[in-house]
């Protein structure tokens, strides 16, 4: 059974920094690409980010490249997103995946989310 358990969500000023993590159970990230998206209050659910495997680099969308950064630790079945600079427009749940970018966001295969609020 595939489950993806996220943290580290919480409420951050504008131009903080929080990281979260996604641990894995059920299976093995290593053999599988990985994806961040996430979903704002009335908003439908957007891309972040995706960590391929077997050496294959992230890639960001345009709105967090330079700010957010995605490592994996295929040992310890986990995947992080280090987010650093933030806004106010950073304020969404967030979720990971098991995915690479194209089905990101309509994947079955992703956790409960963890939320993050960015607010003064």
């Known amino acids: 059974q595939v489950q993806l358990v996220e943290s580290g969500g919480g409420l951050v000023q504008p131009g903080g920094s929080v990281r979260l993590s996604c641990t894995a159970s059920?299976?093995?990230?290593?053999?599988?690409?990985m994806s961040w998206v996430r979903q704002a209050p009335g908003k439908e659910l957007e891309w972040v980010s995706t960590?391929?495997?077997?050496?294959?680099?992230?890639e960001y969308a345009e709105f967090v490249k330079g700010r957010f950064s995605t490592s994996r630790d295929d040992g310890q079945n986990t995947v992080w997103l280090q987010m650093n600079s933030l806004k106010p427009d950073d304020t969404a749940m967030y979720y990971c995946?098991?995915?690479?970018?194209?089905?990101?966001?309509?994947?079955?295969?992703r956790g409960q989310g963890t939320q993050v609020t960015v607010s003064s």
């Open positions: 059920g299976f093995t990230i290593g053999n599988y690409e």
């Open positions: 995946a098991r995915s690479g970018r194209t089905f990101a966001t309509a994947t079955p295969n």
């Open positions: 960590i391929g495997f077997a050496g294959g680099g992230p």
